[in-house]
């Protein structure tokens, strides 16, 4: 497979503050200083070697911005989600364009909801997590796509955060973090290590061992330093108001299409 150091992108919404929240407290996030975060967030990716690809907009959508729920990138097969919430359903229109239009396979999830944060992949397993947006059915219609495709689908329940990507992520190693108080249950991870906050569960793999990370975890950021990755540390302080974190705002296409 060809690598593809490419990232999907949209901007946010002037809707934003209208974004859903359902775990946290309304606290609404300053627009303009939203749009200059994810300007800096764009920017992160490209001083790591990634081009972006921006989706076009969708101004109706408070959380449009959140891309990563739209779709799942197996392979150089794109699995267009069904979002869980109604009001997000429309933002796929915009990621399905522009993977078809990159020459991506695509398949959708027509059948039960599913959205994209509650999918964490460590290398052939997929772990899917069963949350107030991703349900049997999605996972379901999500297993029967990915089996085929060499890959293993594990449920996994989620009660304490949105998604199963606001609790846990992945280091390159495989090594499983998250922050222990939002975690169901961290002995289910066979590798599981504890960071000090919460934002500090979440990173990107932006490949040479850079991670990008919420600056809000200055902490978790120090321990992952220790382990020998470098955190690439960006201010997203805006979209955490409204439950988001990192991996939210991009979607990593590291396998060039027609790859499989």
Known sequence: MTPSRQALIRRSSPRL?????????????????AQQQWTGYVSALADAGW???EVSAADDCPDGVFVEDTVVMVGDTAVITNPG?????PEIDGTTATLTQLGYRVSKISIGALDGGDVLKVGTTIYVGRT???NAAGIAAFRRICEPLGYTVIAVPVTKVLHLKSAVTALPDGTVIGHSPLVDDPAFWPHFRPMPEEAGSHV???GDGR???AASAPRSAELI???????????ISEFEKLEGCVTCLSVRLRVAPGSR
Do not use: N, Q, S
């Open 17 to 33: 503050a209208d974004g859903l929240v359902t775990h946290i407290d309304r606290v609404g996030p300053d627009v303009g200083l």
């Open 51 to 53: 081009a972006t690809i």
């Open 85 to 89: 919430a109604d009001e997000r359903k």
């Open 132 to 134: 107030l947006r991703t």
């Open 204 to 206: 990107v793999d932006l």
């Open 211 to 213: 991670l990008l990370m």
């Open 225 to 235: 330093a220790d382990f020998g990755y470098t955190p690439l540390p960006v201010d």
